[in-house]
């Protein structure tokens, strides 16, 4: 077993007034890069298993490893201020008092070693040079929050814990926001486990997905593993979808639309709404199977321009037994499409049949 690892095994009982009945029981190996998300319902647990790998938590028994130094088991606890942790909470706890600068550089005293150099790419990643002089009050909630994570940064933690850091924002905040923490996820050489119940965070940021539910791992996994089953998932609600990673190669500026290419296909484009990226970027789709219909033929004479050359892989069961979940595969890639099971006995679709996929442009969500 590599030693790059993050191991959380925890099990905790509460007795008290507002958690009555809740217990935690989680064993996990995760990776350790990239952003994991904790997915869920409010109370399932996602926050409390979140303070427990912090050291926030007692637990009744408890195992935690990163990168094979271990945090805590039956015969140690490593004191939180000590496990090289960083956290982010919901609301951007910063020092009203002090200005955003003496904010980051309270944060760099705790740093083991960060130089200066380390200090300006961070003000320059998280876009915070024209806020420097201002307190936390003249600071919007998305720019508090960029503060907020800057602050966890200069610590240079191990793990970054990020529990619903968007909550608090409004819509426009969170559009806001989003962008930074993409860039965080390319440049950041550290694991963030991110907890939310926002399944378009999830599609956007996460590379690794735990869904809970009632205290326990319902399922894990590489994130297009569980996300196209998350509805069938402990009775999830949200549409089943996939995500695809893109590279924009083209742009129609008289109808305001781009074009991307799928990352592991060689010609399988779509045209989607203009974002104002810049050509040669690379881009992260969602596709909802909803969204996704499905025709034995090429029609020409379709208000749907994009029309995908793809074959049955599989099909799977929907909570509506009228319909049925049909995945496709593009060279390399899947994606799901939702069928009325009537449709797919009206078009004789088995597996290995050759099908169009028909996705609408303003589907797309990226």
Not at 195 to 214: F, G, K
Not at 221 to 250: C, F, M, W, Y
Not at 284 to 289: K, S, W
Request: hydrophobic share 40%.
């Amino acid at each position: 077993m590599t030693d790059s690892y993050i191991q959380a095994c925890f099990k905790l009982a509460f007795a008290g007034e507002h958690k009555q009945g809740f217990k935690l029981d989680v064993d996990l190996q995760l990776p350790s890069k990239g952003i994991i998300a904790l997915f869920g319902h409010s109370g399932s647990g996602k926050t409390t298993l979140l303070r427990c790998i912090a050291g926030l938590q007692p637990s009744d028994q408890g195992l935690m490893q990163v990168n094979g130094k271990v945090w805590q088991d039956k015969n140690f606890n490593l004191p939180t201020h000590k496990r090289g942790l960083a956290y982010v909470f919901q609301e951007s706890s910063l020092l009203p008092h002090l200005s955003v600068k003496a904010n980051l550089h309270y944060a760099l005293k705790r740093a083991k070693q960060c130089s200066t150099q380390s200090l300006a790419q961070i003000i320059e990643m998280m876009s915070l040079s024209d806020l420097l002089n201002h307190t936390p009050g003249q600071l919007s909630g998305g720019e508090r929050q960029r503060v907020a994570i800057a602050r966890a940064l200069l610590t240079e933690p191990t793990l970054l814990l990020m529990d619903e850091p968007l909550a608090s924002l409004d819509l426009t905040r969170k559009q806001e926001i989003l962008p930074y923490l993409e860039k965080l996820k390319h440049s950041a050489n550290v694991a963030i486990i991110y907890v939310t119940h926002d399944i378009n965070e999830v599609a956007r940021l996460a590379d690794y997905l735990v869904v809970m539910e009632q205290g326990k791992v319902v399922v894990t996994g590489e994130l297009n593993q569980v996300l196209p089953h998350i509805s069938t998932l402990a009775g999830l609600s949200e549409d089943v979808s996939v995500v695809l990673d893109t590279k924009l190669v083209a742009r129609d500026p008289h109808w305001n639309l781009i074009q991307v290419k799928l990352k592991h296909s060689s010609d399988v484009c779509l045209w989607l709404r203009d974002s104002g990226e810049a050509i040669g970027n690379t881009m992260r789709i969602r596709l909802q199977a909803k969204d996704v219909s499905i025709s034995l033929s090429d029609h020409h004479d379709s208000s749907i321009i994009n029309r995908l050359a793809a074959t049955v892989k599989a099909f799977q069961p929907d909570q509506d037994k009228a319909m049925v979940l049909v995945e496709l595969r593009l060279d390399d890639c899947i994606i799901m499409a939702r069928i009325t099971q009537r449709s797919r006995e009206h078009l004789q679709l088995r597996e290995g049949s050759q099908v169009w996929a028909q996705i609408k442009s303003v589907a797309i969500v990226n």
